[in-house]
Nanobody, 124 residues
């Protein structure tokens, strides 16, 4: 099992920045890809960004390209999501996820471990 704990959410004004963290513990050797997803009220969960455990491969949703950056610190078993130029439509609960099949992409079904989520609210 892999345990994931997100942190760093909060309330920010439009145009501001936040950095989310996701600390992985347990059988982290089973996790070779990490992703961030988000879910806004009344909407389905959607993909945000993903990264290979090596950090070499990344993938972003079109809606966040150029604004968000995903990174990984292998020594700390922690994945980060730097969010800049935030917009009200970025408001959602953000979830960290880990996959073990080497898939670095947007399909949620390939991620087997999930955190509890952290709330991000962007005011206009």
């Amino acid at each position: 099992q892999v345990q994931l704990v997100e942190s760093g959410g909060g309330l920010v004004q439009a145009g501001g920045s936040l950095r989310l963290s996701c600390a992985a513990s347990g059988r982290t050797a089973n996790a070779n890809a990490m992703g961030w997803f988000r879910q806004a009220p009344g909407k389905e969960r959607e993909f945000v960004a993903a990264i290979s455990w090596s950090g070499i491969t990344t993938h972003y949703a079109d809606s966040v390209k150029g604004r968000f950056t995903i990174s990984i610190d292998n020594a700390k078993n922690t994945v980060y999501l730097q969010m800049n130029s935030l917009k009200p439509e970025d408001t959602a609960v953000y979830y960290c996820a880990a996959g073990s099949g080497g898939y670095v992409g947007s399909y949620a079904g390939e991620y087997y471990y999930w955190g509890q989520g952290t709330q991000v609210t962007v005011s206009s």
